[in-house]
């Protein structure tokens, strides 16, 4: 092994992970909460939570946390195809979550783009984009719950 | 007659096209309307008597549409949730319910050393990018292709976030019906919203809106909305008067045109549930467009640095 080669194992928890785990948490709360539930269920009653009563600001802070996890997978992925593809390959628990996470942020971006001033969906098509990214993401929150469970990492190394 | 037939002509021929796509077919896909392709309705309120014949043409033109609840209501968990009943007050005409969707906001005021009674006909502003529409979490309200803001009674679950974002706090709750009650009635949803959606099933085919064709004053004017801000502009300038929705949360289409500034009129309404105000209203959905830029960017820098760290490493 050379002495500048990345050491770093995709498995690690490196600054990435954390990343990634705080941009997740994040979206997953600020996603259910586009649901009229925290005011209702006193989620919002929670001192420092009041916030997440509003709609706006639940709905700014998801674009947020959007685009640092769009950083943060885009990276990965290059970092992945660039350095560690002949030592690493997807487990299938890593392949189905990539798979999800594809499918979130494909459902994620069409919903940008439908928030745009002069972009009309027809209601089929913005009724399915939504229920789609939502059960994307319980999707999501499953597989990782799965994972976590039965220690199974995204990536396995190649012999 | 020959009033009415110019009208008829009129919508027939040059929105007819608009017109029909909004509800005779689902497009097939997504449709980018650079704001031309809408209606829009100008209101000359200092032509508004306050007779309320629009206000009554709107309910019998909309009955069929008005909810009939199923009682006793589900109880609801918990017990913050409140039942929102109107069955029993469906007559009330002071301000917007879910059987009354349009009411005539009347007060006095005094400008430019005259006294002024004016009257303001309310109702949904459909606004051009309508948060109620596209920040419902179910896709249960639908933006026509020619502007109208619309939901769908089918799908909406009552949670009232359309009303929660938006700027006038029009659409208002109805429980006891809708698919709430067929999934968790008691812990989920609570009714269906309702709203003028614009008789948008008139002007799919051909024909005005109620309150419009019911107006014995002509207050108001349906048309492309390019041509109504013209017409708006050039009636303010006539009046030396003040134009209100054409700018408010980022364009309605919904444009007033009154002889008394709206910051007086809006101190001078009566303001509350149900009574809209006329406050200015910066675009709603703007902040989050904005940072949609972001997205883009984020992914780009996201590459640049596996690229940069391949590099390094490789070196
Ligand atoms: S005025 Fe309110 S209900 Fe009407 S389109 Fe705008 S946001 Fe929706
Ligand atoms: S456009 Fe139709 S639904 Fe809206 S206020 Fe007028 S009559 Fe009522
Ligand atoms: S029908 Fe015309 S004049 Fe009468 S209240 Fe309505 S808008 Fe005003």
Wanted: net charge positive; proline share 6%; glycine share 8%.
């Amino acid at each position: 092994m050379k002495a500048n080669e990345d050491q770093s194992g995709p498995n690690r928890k490196t600054l990435m992970w954390y990343l990634y785990l705080i941009s997740m948490v994040l979206l997953a709360f600020t996603g259910f909460g586009q649901m009229p539930i925290y005011k209702r269920y006193y989620i919002s009653d929670i001192p420092g939570l009041a916030w997440s009563a509003d709609f706006y600001t639940t709905h700014l802070i998801h674009y947020i946390f959007s685009a640092l996890f769009l950083g943060i997978a885009a990276y990965v992925v290059f970092d992945h195809l660039l350095l560690k593809k002949k030592r690493f390959a997807l487990t299938l628990s890593g392949f189905i979550r990539s798979a999800i996470i594809a499918g979130l942020v494909a459902t994620g971006l069409l919903l940008v783009i439908y928030n745009f001033s002069g972009v009309a969906f027809p209601m089929w098509a913005a009724a399915t984009l939504l229920v789609a990214h939502m059960t994307l993401a319980m999707a999501l929150i499953a597989a990782g719950f799965i994972a976590l469970i039965g220690r199974k990492p995204w990536v396995r190394a190649i012999n | 007659m020959s009033h009415q037939i110019s009208r008829r002509l009129f919508l027939k021929g040059g929105l007819a096209a608009a017109g029909t796509l909004a509800a005779s077919s689902i497009p097939a896909a997504a449709s980018i309307t650079d704001g031309t392709g809408h209606l829009a309705t100008l209101l000359d309120i200092s032509k508004c008597i306050a007779c309320g014949a629009c206000v009554e043409a709107c309910s019998e033109t909309n009955q069929s549409k008005y909810p009939e609840p199923e009682k006793p209501f589900p109880k609801m968990v918990p017990s913050r949730a409140k039942n929102v009943d109107w069955s029993e007050k469906r007559d009330v005409d002071d301000r917007l319910t879910p059987y009354n969707w349009l009411y005539i906001q009347s007060t006095y005021v005094e400008h430019n050393g005259e006294e002024h009674e004016v009257n303001i006909p309310r109702r949904c502003m459909h606004c051009t990018n309508p948060p109620c529409v596209k920040l419902c979490p179910f896709g249960a309200a639908e933006q026509l292709k020619n502007g109208i803001a619309l939901i769908n009674d089918n799908l909406c679950l009552g949670g009232a976030k359309c009303k929660t974002v938006c700027p006038w706090k029009i659409p208002e709750r109805q429980s006891g019906l809708g698919i709430y009650l067929d999934i968790l009635p008691k812990f989920a949803g609570n009714g269906v919203m309702y709203k003028c959606d614009r008789c948008y099933d008139r002007i799919a085919q051909g024909e005005q809106p109620a309150c419009i064709e019911a107006c014995p004053e002509d207050v108001q004017t349906i048309g492309p909305r390019d041509d109504i801000i013209r017409q708006a502009h050039a009636l303010a300038k006539e009046m030396n008067g003040y134009i209100y929705g054409e700018k408010e949360n980022g364009g309605t289409n919904t444009i007033y045109v009154s002889p008394v500034p709206f910051d007086k009129l809006n101190k001078a309404i009566e303001k509350g549930k149900g009574k809209p105000h006329l406050k200015p209203v910066k675009d709603h959905m703007a902040d989050g467009n904005n940072l949609a830029a972001a997205l883009a960017i984020a992914p780009i820098a996201g590459i640049a640095a596996a690229v940069g760290k391949f590099y390094k490493m490789t070196k």
